[in-house]
């Protein structure tokens, strides 16, 4: 295990240092650029608010991701789990402005909403293996694709806001959205809330019963229902998951933007697994890889405003951090592999 | 050297730092065209480890290996199949999806117009080859539809047409029944007369003393014997072997039990704890019915292919029987049911009855599986089926864990370190692991008397584990557990069920008291379909 967590550093690290060879040859002005990307996140209190705001819808994907690999089945609909998080926030929340209500239980109303519309969509696909064989990781795509598809079609047409010139819904009233903690920038109570919930997915996956019957099962189906451990737990597991992407969701809703608009979930779902894919599915490890993402993202931005770095460059970042983690923990694969086989001989 | 000296080794080690185990200290060996030898030796003792170099599969750390007399590069496959080196590993490596004859020339696949893959040619080939040796397999049938012996034949057939002079078999029947290795070793026999040399490695002495001609004994990695087979008696050799356990006396006492079993007075009202009711166990296969009472051992033999993994699947309540139901302590297992039962949950569903059953041990032949899951510790491994015994303090700090999965561990005798992954244990450990779990050694709570289905319990294991095994599961059926021994192994059986059943074509061929030898000799008969001669 340490070996292969030196194996991610090592990766993180050389991933941001072919994020810096990029930087320099891809700006007219290298020097503004790498400064741009690696201290202003940092040293300006405002960009660096905003990473870890950013980090925290990213980290509930990353948590929902993991926990369903730790179960055994990839989740691979946590964009569209995420998406329904969105719809479902932005109902609630307009639906309790409408009668008046605001105030935490009506946030808690919006969040809990944006948690079981996400956990349903999961349910579909842990329901749909039970009932007929059919891989996860597939329907949890198709269901997560046609989720966005019917979300965006109900915010850009019948949920529109016809006022705004805009392809959402209304804009959620001040007093339902996440409390700022550090205003102007767009810091909210979601990363604390974010951090509870890496707290209480550490608990479960180390520190229950739950959780070891959740590795067992992740590990060997077979093993795991020869030793009577229940099945459930990976169905569960999956709910589990949709319903930490859609409250991922209802950050992004009840937070940053303010209000449910098009294709608003921008990949948080998929940068989510490969956060969940560099944590090694670990909760403890999601917390610094989805900030090291947000980093990417924020520094990225940073260096294209500041420095005329081009936007699409955190992409490129995220894709070479991503490859070297793969390269990385294959290669460790590979080494207990071999461990295995000699175990054998 | 003498000139028909084929392949040798000298100082050959090996040492493995993640295990801390010498597995080869300077090992020497020497083999002659047409000598049949045998590596012996127990689990661990480096047997297998060797097998892998003379292969070229490991690289030994020192050492030389030489083919008739020259040096070849050690830790090469290729280069010890040009020297005419051939391994049969344990685990098959056979892609089941691919013909007989397309596994035969994997790598090498004859051409037709210098181009293309010329199937014709590559059946041609594997059919001489396979009429060669006297095997009756079809070149053309998916190696996944063979039986284990036939995938056996294979693995050897394709070792021979890379030129192998040296063939070296890694324990060959560890998968096989007792009439496949006697096909095994009629090949085998027929090899040498043509000139080849066999390396067999091996723990089952009765093997040696039927095939090798010479021996070479392993323990904790070095040769302590290298002479000729008949020099020792099977017991000396066991000695030799043993680390610590002085093997003779508890195998002494496990080739007793027949004898104490037959007489042994048996209470005729206890209900059947085990109950199979009119399953089916191959297609258009009389529905059977098996019973195992409460204090009873059943053995059930039979050969690869008879229906014995099917009886495994429906008494081990994994899979649900077409027609029919598996009863335990008199009602149905149902999956709820066996969850509760396999956890050892205090169960409401039980009859007042069989109140003190609260244990369903399985043991499966597929033990990598079905058995363990080699990714996760040692511990969670050992304390799978005690999972509840343990509140949410345990689980947060993990201390009373280790503790209860180290305590039970030394119930085997199993060394290792509770936190490292089951991957990294050696396999006669893993198998001790799966004994020990399930047939809960330790007298925890929850122990006593319970329902055991056993498959393959003693593969892989070597002399003295196989006594101790074969001990435990008399003495917890002395103590009131009802047990169903599933194995191919007719020796196993007899050296331990009270009852013994032979299955041929998913039906039961013989039933009868374990009276010994001649139990031995109709089971025999009948998984061979040849019951009428002790009729």
């Not at chain 1, 077979?222 to 169905?235: E, K």
């Not at chain 1, 990949?267 to 980093?295: E, H, K, R, T």
Request: hydrophobic residues 45%; proline residues 4%.
């Amino acid at each position: 295990m340490k070996g292969r967590t030196r194996a991610r550093i090592v990766a993180l690290a050389s991933s941001l240092a072919f994020a810096a060879i990029y930087a320099l040859v891809a700006s007219s002005d290298p020097m503004g650029a790498l400064y741009a990307f690696f201290v202003n996140p940092f040293v300006n209190s405002y960009a660096f608010y905003s990473l870890l705001e950013s980090s925290a819808s990213l980290l509930c994907c990353a948590l929902g991701a993991g926990l369903a690999f730790r179960a055994g089945a990839f989740n691979l609909g946590g964009e569209g789990q995420a998406a329904v998080g969105t719809l479902a926030a932005a109902l609630v929340a307009l639906g309790c402005a409408d009668r008046g209500l605001s105030g935490a239980p009506a946030i808690c109303a919006a969040i809990v909403a944006a948690a079981l519309a996400g956990g349903a969509l999961a349910l579909l696909s842990a329901v749909a293996e039970e009932k007929t064989g059919a891989q996860v990781m597939l329907t949890s795509f198709l269901f997560g694709q046609a989720a966005i598809i019917g979300v965006n079609w109900a915010v850009g047409g019948p949920l529109k806001d016809p006022s705004a010139n805009l392809l959402g819904m209304a804009a959620i009233p001040e007093g339902l959205r996440l409390p700022l903690l550090a205003p102007p920038s767009p810091l909210s109570l979601a990363f604390p809330i974010s951090l509870v919930l890496a707290a209480a997915v550490i608990f479960f996956t180390r520190g229950t019963r739950a959780g070891v019957e959740q590795r067992l099962l992740g590990k060997n189906r077979l093993f795991a229902r020869a030793a009577g451990i229940s099945p459930q737990i990976g169905a569960w597991s999956m709910v589990a998951s949709g319903a930490l992407a859609g409250i991922g969701g209802s950050f992004l809703v009840l937070g940053q933007t303010g209000r449910a608009v098009k294709d608003m979930t921008g990949g948080i779902g998929w940068n989510g697994l490969a956060v969940a894919l560099i944590a090694g599915s670990d909760g403890l490890g999601a917390l610094p890889a989805a900030l090291f993402f947000a980093w990417l993202d924020s520094g990225a931005r940073q260096a294209s405003i500041l420095a005329d770095l081009s936007p699409d460059a955190s992409a490129v970042m995220k894709g070479i951090a991503l490859l070297l983690i793969t390269a990385a923990s294959l290669g460790s694969r590979s080494r207990a592999k071999a461990l295995h086989a000699k175990g054998k001989a | 050297m003498s000139l028909v000296e084929l392949l040798s080794c000298e100082g050959i080690s090996k040492y493995f730092r993640d295990t801390a185990t010498l597995a080869n200290d300077s090992i020497r060996l020497q083999i002659a065209a047409g000598e049949r030898r045998a590596i012996v030796g127990e689990n661990g003792a480096g047997k297998s480890t060797l097998g892998r170099i003379l292969a070229g599969l490991a690289m030994p750390d020192s050492g030389e290996i030489r083919v008739r007399g020259a040096p070849i590069e050690s830790g090469s496959v290729r280069a010890a199949e040009a020297a005419g080196i051939g391994f049969v590993p344990q685990m098959s490596l056979l892609a089941g999806e691919l013909t007989a004859a397309e596994n035969i020339v994997l790598g090498r696949e004859p051409r037709a117009m210098g181009i293309f893959v010329s199937r014709r040619k590559a059946y041609v080939e594997a059919a001489l080859l396979f009429q060669r040796f006297g095997l009756s397999i079809d070149p053309e049938a998916p190696v996944s539809s063979l039986s284990a012996a036939e995938r056996r034949g294979v693995e050897i057939a394709r070792a021979l047409a890379r030129g192998g002079e040296v063939l070296i078999l890694d324990e060959p029947t560890s998968i096989l029944s007792e009439s496949e290795s006697e096909r095994l070793f009629g090949l085998l026999g027929r090899l040498t007369e043509d000139g080849k040399a066999i390396l067999l490695i091996t723990h089952r002495l009765a093997e040696v003393k039927r095939f090798a001609d010479k021996l070479t004994v392993l323990r904790q990695g070095r040769v302590v014997a290298d002479e000729r087979v008949e020099q020792r008696s099977e017991e000396e050799l066991s000695r030799l072997m043993a680390r610590d356990v002085p093997p003779r006396e508890a195998v002494g006492k496990a080739r007793r039990f027949p004898t104490e079993n037959a007489s042994r007075p048996r209470d005729p009202r206890l209900e059947p704890m085990l109950e199979l009711r009119d399953v089916v166990l191959a297609p258009g296969a009389k529905p059977l019915r098996l019973s195992v009472r409460r204090g009873e051992v059943l053995g059930v033999a039979a050969l690869a292919g008879n229906g014995l993994g099917r009886l495994e699947d429906y008494a081990s309540g994994l899979v649900k029987p077409r027609s029919g139901e598996l009863l335990i302590g008199g009602s149905p297992l149902g999956e709820a049911r066996r969850r509760q039962l396999r956890q050892g949950l205090p169960g409401q569903s039980l009859p007042k009855s069989t109140s003190a059953c609260v244990r369903f041990g399985y043991v499966p032949s597929d033990r990598e599986a079905r058995g363990l899951c080699l990714p996760a510790s040692v511990r969670d491994n050992i304390l799978a089926l005690r999972l509840h015994e343990f509140r949410g303090r345990d689980y947060l700090g993990g201390k009373l864990r280790d503790k209860a999965a180290l305590e039970a561990a030394s119930g085997l005798g199993l060394v290792a370190e509770m936190r490292s992954s089951v991957a990294s244990l050696s396999g006669g450990t893993r198998q001790r692991l799966v004994l020990g779990r399930e047939l809960r050694a330790e007298g925890g709570p929850g122990s006593g008397a319970s329902v055991l289905v056993l498959a393959e319990p003693l593969q892989g294991l070597d002399l003295a584990a196989q006594a101790l095994v074969l001990e435990l599961i008399r003495g917890l059926a002395d103590e009131g557990s009802a047990i169903l021994l599933l194995d191919s192994n007719v020796e196993e059986i007899v050296a331990v069920a009270d009852r013994a059943v032979a299955l041929y074509r998913g039906e039961i061929a013989y039933e009868g008291p374990n009276e010994g030898e001649s139990t031995a000799k109709r089971l025999m008969a009948a998984m061979t379909g040849a019951a009428g001669a002790f009729a």
